[in-house]
């Protein structure tokens, strides 16, 4: 079904609303029309591109609540933080982290992103992460974004804390790792 111009601005319009973190490439299949034509219905609707909207989202506020990394230091962008409880991250994969030959995503990635999250959720001004067992569930591709979910699921025998962290595609899980956090406090 062609839609107007009004009518398709005004769905993106509210598909962004409801889902900020949408590509531009996923808009573009959700409305059959062309990446470029979804960014000038961005740019009409004065709607910022992806990045922007993550920035704007992790503001300056992850600064003054990650208290075991810098900001820098986490690998993709924290959008929703609650110390000691969850974090959520999202990276897109890009060229730089697939490899060359078939545009799979190179592992260390997508565990830098899981790990650096478990790290962040703790609420602690030292976190080092002492163990983990990590499953890959299936191929991450060039241009796909992950979707990290940390969940702080307590202490181990030796006093180390627990943070599972699902990674997903669209809705398919990618990644998962039960990592044991080392905190300098308890």
């Given at each position: 079904m062609k839609r107007t111009k009004q009518e398709r601005q005004q769905l993106l319009q509210e598909t962004i609303e409801q889902t900020p973190f949408i590509t531009d490439?996923?808009?573009?299949?959700?409305f059959n029309v062309s990446i470029q034509t979804i960014r000038l219905d961005r740019m009409e609707l004065s709607i910022p591109e992806l990045r922007a909207r993550i920035r704007s989202?992790?503001?300056?506020?992850w600064n003054e609540?990650?208290?075991a990394l810098t900001i820098d230091d986490v690998i993709g962008e924290i959008i929703d933080l609650e110390l000691d409880k969850r974090?959520?991250?999202i990276m897109m994969i890009k060229s730089e982290h697939v490899f060359s030959r078939n545009k799979i995503a190179r592992g260390h990635h997508l565990f830098a992103q899981a790990n650096s999250l478990a790290v962040a959720v703790i609420n602690d001004e030292l976190a080092l992460t002492a163990k983990v067992d990590i499953k890959f569930t299936r191929q991450v591709k060039e241009s796909e974004q992950v979707v990290a979910k940390a969940v702080v699921e307590?202490?181990?025998?030796?006093?180390?804390?627990k943070v599972r962290v699902n990674s997903f595609v669209q809705h398919e899980l990618v990644f998962t790792g039960l990592f044991q956090m080392y905190r300098s406090t308890e």
């Open positions: 490439d996923d808009l573009a299949k959700k989202v992790a503001s300056n506020h609540t990650v208290r974090a959520i991250s307590g202490k181990t025998d030796k006093g180390l804390t």
